[in-house]
């Protein structure tokens, strides 16, 4: 469930009363999320199990929509949070440790909390969220894929890894490329962030498809699987020695 937050200090009471009625819807619609599906969560049903009327809560929050992506922003930074704990666990120049902590713990937190995963897959989740992302939403992803794009960033300077030849990719992917490494002040070149993307996809897409239960057809333990493609992932990141030698270990593939 949500955390509840404290009182900020500075605030008036209206404002403080206002932040904890915010934070309590939230903490009502994480709840319907988790214990009935993305389906139950409607203002009706959380006014109702607040002791509110409906137009009471559309004071808080302006639609249905609204809501939904501000509490999906919410679960993207916590799930950031949890990776970076994760990574903490390692020392600070231990990359390749730190992206191997970080992707097991995006595929446990994912099986965990599949609705919550469910929820951060956004348009693509029947019923959840229509229209395009939100600022808000954007940012809260990138606070999510970054520490993933640190990560392969530092084993790129601390020893490349191999890419395709300057000029070698289409120029549509080439242009789109230039321009994430511009709006996000990567320092690096566009064939590296081209390898880290697909990385990060290949990871990323693996967890979603687990989580959501598109490989109970032909997996009912998908841990072996994802280690499999992690290792093949560190491979392509050359650090692929380094999942060899201290990485891999039986106790790590299940779920």
Excluded: N
Excluded at 70 to 92: G, K, M, Q, W
């Amino acid at each position: 469930m949500v955390e509840r937050k404290g009182t900020a200090p500075g605030l008036s009471r209206r404002e403080q009363q206002r932040r904890a009625t915010i934070d309590e819807i939230k903490h009502v619609a994480r709840g319907l999320l988790v214990d009935e599906g993305i389906g139950s969560v409607t203002i009706r049903a959380i006014s109702r199990r607040m002791g509110m009327t409906a137009p009471a809560v559309y004071r808080y929050f302006t639609s249905h929509e609204e809501l939904l992506r501000t509490l999906r922003a919410d679960i993207f930074i916590e799930v950031a949070r949890y990776l970076e704990a994760s990574c903490d666990t390692l020392p600070e120049d231990d990359a390749p440790g730190r992206l191997i902590a970080a992707a097991r713990a995006l595929r446990r937190w994912g099986l965990e909390h599949k609705r919550e995963f469910g929820l951060l897959l956004g348009p693509s989740a029947p019923g959840a969220i229509s229209g395009g992302e939100s600022d808000l939403e954007q940012d809260a992803g990138w606070v999510f894929g970054v520490l993933f794009a640190d990560l392969m960033a530092k084993l790129w300077r601390s020893r490349p890894f191999p890419v395709s030849p300057p000029g070698s990719l289409h120029p549509r992917l080439a242009d789109q490329l230039d321009r994430l490494r511009a709006h996000r002040d990567m320092d690096l070149p566009i064939e590296a962030i081209a390898v880290m993307l697909r990385c990060w996809v290949r990871l990323y897409g693996l967890v979603c498809m687990e989580v959501l239960g598109h490989l109970d057809f032909a997996l009912d333990d998908g841990g072996p699987f994802f280690e499999r493609e992690l290792a093949d992932t560190c491979e392509t990141l050359g650090v692929g020695h380094y999942y060899a030698a201290v990485a891999q270990g039986p106790a790590r593939c299940g779920k």
